[in-house]
């Protein structure tokens, strides 16, 4: 049950992705402590989403190069958490969860290139309703946008399952091969990515903040 609410909060916060503007509702933070919550392993999932968040800031929200950082995200918290080894009322191993997100990164960097595919695909309904536009008419493009989210919500229930399907197999295997070094070497990976993407969003958030105080000193921080 909580995979499947996972799936359809990625469906829904994934629509973010599919509008104009700044990505708010699918950012990896959000969506991972949502996952988390969902698991029941609250800080658990915030900890994946500072991590994860320091990931997805690092590259544009913009440009064929930005892969789906948020299905990342939701895939490695749906398998740490719901893991034989992560149920909710048990904790879940540093090396548990750095495994599961080393392994959703190759089917994040996949959905982006069926992204891309898809938007191509979706040209046509943009002339038809930038033709109706021009003729005066809402329809076709009201109509034209409702379903183009709806196909770009069932495109993103479908990655999630195939993504989980795959990933989660794969997962199931290595994770009991995981052992000796190898697991104390994800553990301590683990203790210390989500310092590193807290102080990565730290320092992307300091440059912001400096940006917009130049802007308001003398010569408009020009």
Do not use: N
Not at 16 to 40: E, K, Q, Y
Not at 92 to 114: D, E, K, Y
Not at 139 to 156: I, N
């Amino acid at each position: 049950m909580a995979t499947l609410l996972a799936a359809l909060a990625y469906g829904i916060l994934s629509l973010d992705h599919f509008t104009v503007g700044p990505f708010l509702l699918s950012r990896p933070l959000i969506l991972s402590s949502l996952v988390g919550f969902l698991c029941g392993h609250v800080p658990e999932g915030i900890a994946l989403g500072l991590l994860t968040e320091s990931l997805w800031v690092v590259v544009p929200p913009a440009g064929p190069a930005q892969w789906d950082v948020g299905l990342a995200a939701a895939l490695a918290g749906v398998w740490a958490f719901l893991s034989p080894s992560g149920g909710p009322s048990s904790s879940v191993s540093g090396a548990a969860t750095a495994l599961a997100l080393i392994l959703s990164i190759p089917f994040a960097v996949l959905c982006r290139s069926v992204d891309i595919w898809l938007r191509r695909q979706m040209r046509i309904l943009s002339v038809r309703a930038l033709e109706g536009v021009e003729r005066g008419l809402a329809g076709p493009l009201r109509y034209g946008l409702v379903f183009a989210g709806v196909l770009w919500g069932f495109k993103s229930l479908v990655v999630f399952f195939v993504a989980e399907a795959l990933g989660g197999a794969l997962y199931g295997v290595l994770l009991p091969l995981v052992r000796g070094p190898w697991l104390e070497g994800l553990d301590r990976a683990w203790r210390l990515w989500p310092a590193l993407g807290l102080a990565a969003l730290l320092h992307q958030l300091s440059l912001r903040l400096g940006k917009g105080r130049r802007f308001w000193l003398p010569g408009g921080g020009g």
